[in-house]
Nanobody, 123 residues
Framework: VQLQASGGGLVQAGGSLRLSCAASGRTFRIYGMGWFRQAPGKEREFVAAIDDRDTYYADSVKGRFTISRDNAKNTVYLQMNSLKPEHAGVYYC???????????????????WGQGTQVTVSS
């Protein structure tokens, strides 16, 4: 499975970006996908995840970010609104073919990772 993340860039505080993550190769009928962020000098942290029934968000992004998926395209999206400088970092998408629910908030759950896309928020 290959994951291709895109959509990052430079945006002013208060602006919006939409990240995409397309999965190719072996596909799964049911799977969970998530987004994680890593800022310089910090550990990778959970941002949002989605399975076939629900969505999950870090407290810091609730009400600002929306995760969605298009199963026909094997693609997950992360709409990020009202961005703040603290939202900056490299965003990684990840896929797990077997687990769902709160497991998806943990990075060690995931079997497959994308290459990351840089998000920079200027103040």
């Amino acid at each position: 499975v290959q994951l291709q993340a895109s959509g990052g860039g430079l945006v002013q505080a208060g602006g919006s970006l939409r990240l995409s993550c397309a999965a190719s190769g072996r596909t799964f009928r049911i799977y969970g996908m998530g987004w994680f962020r890593q800022a310089p000098g910090k550990e990778r942290e959970f941002v949002a995840a989605i399975d076939d029934r629900d969505t999950y968000y870090a407290d810091s992004v609730k009400g600002r970010f929306t995760i969605s998926r298009d199963n026909a395209k094997n693609t997950v999206y992360l709409q990020m609104n009202s961005l703040k400088p603290e939202h900056a970092g490299v965003y990684y998408c990840a896929l797990d073919p077997g687990r769902s629910g709160r497991w998806l908030t943990q990075s060690r759950t995931y079997d497959y990772w994308g290459q990351g896309t840089q998000v920079t928020v200027s103040s």
